[in-house]
């Protein structure tokens, strides 16, 4: 390999998970500087972004990770354009490595994460140097943080889907129980917490289509409100997460199984982040 090392190429290979073959290239255009073969490879990395962007990447990993004080939890998304990448052991590798700095950071937003210090570089940097491995248009695409008295997270099957559930108790039981609400969330999909939190624009669609299935069904115009009142009280009860039917235990809704765990025992807040 000449001046190059095989150890130098494991070496940048190691560093920004591109192949041996490209590593062993930028360390020859680099002159056998480390730094600016790095560079190299970022700039591939951006190139191709480049190129790649008006593809669509729709597969990717989701990552769901706790602080070991149980208190703090963040959501990481980095997408791919194939199935084939987001399986892959390096791409899930590099997710993780993403959502630690995110943890340990725990910046405001996506920007903020995007900018956090990640090895000799950011965290988009790395990104890049991900690019640059696979070959593929990938994104850091979404970013979450939750913070609370206990913080339970659950992973669905093959990293599709991410649940962050805060809770307003950290007692061992509280968190066991916040996983099963976790899974909750990735099965029934609530689109809030409670209906308080349901936006005016939800509220409003949902009385107008109550409205509309009330007089094709010819129900007397004086009646048309409240029937729609009604659907939206089982809109409510279907689609916000204290008020839904619990699924392992179909005699409680989720508040009444955590009252069952503990007494004022309650969600303060979750994050759901899936493909698609």
Request: glycine share 8%.
């Amino acid at each position: 390999m000449g001046a190059i090392s095989a150890k130098d190429v494991k070496r940048l290979r190691d560093t920004t998970g591109v192949g041996m073959m490209d590593c062993k290239k930028a360390l020859t255009e680099a002159g056998g500087d480390f730094d600016k073969a790095i560079e190299i490879l970022r700039k591939k990395g951006e190139k191709l972004s480049a190129k790649r962007a008006d593809r669509e990447a729709n597969e990717g990993c989701i990552l769901a990770v706790v602080s070991e004080d149980g208190k703090k939890g963040v959501i990481v998304k980095l997408t791919s354009e194939t199935d084939f990448v987001s399986k892959n052991e390096e791409f899930v590798a590099n997710t993780r490595e993403i959502a630690e700095v995110a943890l340990n950071h725990f910046p405001a937003d996506l920007d903020g994460l995007l900018a956090a210090p990640l090895g000799a570089g950011t965290v988009q940097d790395k990104v890049t140097e991900v690019v640059a491995a696979f070959q593929e248009k990938i994104e850091l695409q979404d970013y979450h943080r939750l913070e609370a008295d206990g913080v339970a997270a659950y992973i669905h099957m093959g990293n599709k889907a991410g649940v962050l559930v805060g809770l307003n108790q950290g007692s061992s039981d509280a968190v066991a129980a916040g996983k099963d609400v976790a899974m909750q969330v990735a099965a029934m999909k609530p689109i809030a917490l409670n209906k308080d939190q349901v936006d005016q624009a939800t509220i409003d669609k949902e009385l107008e289509i109550g409205r509309e299935i009330a007089i094709k069904e010819g129900k007397p115009e004086q009646i048309v409100d409240k029937i729609a009142q009604g659907k939206l009280q089982k809109f409510f009860k279907e689609n916000t997460l204290l008020s839904q039917i619990f699924v392992k235990d179909s005699s409680k809704n989720v508040q009444g199984y955590l009252d069952s765990v503990s007494s004022g025992l309650t969600v303060t807040d979750f994050k759901h982040v899936y493909l698609g």
